[in-house]
């Protein structure tokens, strides 16, 4: 039986689903999605770490302007509206974050539509994986913020105050995992580009607040996409949902040369 009709028989049984079974079944590919991020590293094959190590020596790379684009963007502070700053902060707290989530997944479910379903199953298994990484990594690190009057050189490993939790941005990771996942449900660029472009208020606002440097913003941003792609595929080729279309529409590279540093999409 091919692929197609296997997926056309898991629709026509899904209708005869209760809502608590169908909950039960995303719970489920959620943790599976979890578990598979958690251990893609150990499968991880000579381009794979190659990748990582472009994006380590990319970051590295854009540290070296920390210190003067933090200063830019905190002395231009007070020319950006506050109706920004304002959803900024809010787009990228996890109150917001979870409660946007559930409404989607919520609606996804009593109407038993699939693809919200399987957008909301993206988003929480990708936030859940990656924001353990960035909680754990904050304290880690221990990097000092900005607005504390440090430098971006400045850490205080395993620190458990909250003015050294710059690394990476969690605003960052919770707003670009959630546009990132949205993001991949639609073939139109242009919708693609007005998700994209709502999910930066979040780590850009954090940016003129003087609440992280450029590579905190950076690296989160690349973890986020990294773990959506890596979650996407796995519910493609397991074939948990129905995918109408490729896995990957948008292919999104680290990159730098000379004296330029940034992602490359290719639609």
Known sequence: MSAQKNITKINNAYDTLSIGRLALYDLKQSIKGVGYSFTRPFHWKKKDFKTLGTVIIGAYA?????????AFFVRNEPHVPNSFQEVGTRFGSPQVYFIANASLYGFGLFTKNEKLRKTSVLII???FTSGVIQSLSKTAF???????GYDSNEFRFWSNKAKFHSFPSGHTVLSITMAHAI???FDNTWSKVGVYSLGAIAPISRLFAGAH???DVGVATVLSIAIVDSIDKFLFKTEAYDYTKKEKQISWNFTFSGKKIGFIGTF
């Open 142 to 148: 221990g990097r000092a913020r900005p607005k504390n």
């Open 125 to 127: 298994s990708s936030s």
């Open 213 to 215: 440097w450029l590579t």
């Open 62 to 70: 854009l540290s070296t302007i920390d210190d003067e684009s933090s």
């Open 183 to 185: 993001a991949k449900q």
